[in-house]
């Protein structure tokens, strides 16, 4: 028995009955066609190398550039810690470690008015002995400024606009650059509460 076309079902909900018909042929030509066509462009754009990348897969080109840019592992880690923490390679050019230092001091990202400009530590800690309390790495100095302690009053980016990625690595590699400096009187550590860096 062949189904007719634009039938009434047999079935009722709240008196609306419901008229099953089939769809339009051009619609669902379409419909295959999306299918077909994000199968095909999944398959060429992601997994085929492409000639205008120097014949490299895109996963290839983006492992490039992030090594060209100094980092291993460039995802932010989550709250609460944990794996993912960028891997940064520090800076050690004069030029590079004056345009942190800039950063560092600057109106619009007060780091320094918390830290002192000679990072001895005011109301935020000192950052040129051997005790962090969030790890002292350049990656987790990047990490840390990102998104800040707000509950311990640093807001992320130190409450000035977001820096890119290379402007990061600069303070991270200035901050760096200051361990051992000796300031005078530098904010005394929390043995409770910071951690000796190696």
């Given at each position: 028995m062949?189904?007719?076309r634009?039938?009434?079902?047999?079935h009722?909900a709240d008196g609306?009955?419901?008229f099953d018909n089939?769809l339009?042929?051009?619609?669902?030509y379409g419909?295959y066609?999306t299918?077909?066509?994000?199968?095909?462009?999944?398959?060429?754009?992601h997994?085929?190398?492409?000639?205008f990348?120097?014949?490299?897969?895109?996963a290839?080109?983006?492992?490039a550039?992030?090594?060209?840019a100094?980092l291993?592992n460039p995802?932010?880690?989550p709250p609460?810690?944990g794996?993912?923490?960028?891997v940064?390679?520090?800076?050690?050019?004069?030029a590079?470690?004056?345009?942190g230092r800039?950063?560092f001091e600057?109106?619009t990202?007060?780091c320094?008015?918390?830290?002192?400009?000679?990072?001895?530590?005011?109301v935020g800690?000192n950052?040129t002995d051997?005790?962090?309390?969030?790890g002292?790495?350049a990656?987790?100095?990047?990490h840390d400024?990102?998104?800040?302690?707000p509950?311990?009053g640093?807001?992320?980016?130190?409450g000035?606009?977001?820096?890119?990625?290379?402007?990061l690595?600069?303070?991270a590699?200035y901050?760096?650059s200051?361990?051992?400096s000796?300031?005078?009187?530098?904010?005394?550590?929390?043995?409770e509460?910071?951690?000796?860096?190696?």
């Amino acid at each position: 028995m062949t189904r007719r076309r634009d039938e009434l079902l047999d079935h009722e909900a709240d008196g609306i009955t419901e008229f099953d018909n089939d769809l339009p042929r051009w619609w669902l030509y379409g419909f295959y066609f999306t299918i077909l066509f994000a199968a095909a462009y999944l398959v060429n754009y992601h997994l085929l190398p492409h000639p205008f990348m120097g014949d490299k897969t895109i996963a290839a080109e983006y492992d490039a550039e992030v090594k060209a840019a100094g980092l291993t592992n460039p995802r932010p880690l989550p709250p609460g810690g944990g794996a993912g923490v960028p891997v940064v390679v520090p800076l050690t050019d004069q030029a590079s470690l004056e345009k942190g230092r800039a950063v560092f001091e600057s109106q619009t990202n007060p780091c320094s008015a918390c830290h002192r400009p000679d990072l001895g530590g005011l109301v935020g800690p000192n950052l040129t002995d051997d005790q962090w309390l969030h790890g002292c790495t350049a990656g987790e100095i990047v990490h840390d400024i990102q998104t800040g302690f707000p509950q311990r009053g640093m807001l992320p980016y130190g409450g000035g606009p977001a820096l890119s990625d290379e402007q990061l690595r600069q303070v991270a590699s200035y901050v760096l650059s200051k361990r051992g400096s000796h300031p005078p009187n530098p904010k005394i550590p929390d043995a409770e509460r910071d951690k000796a860096c190696r």
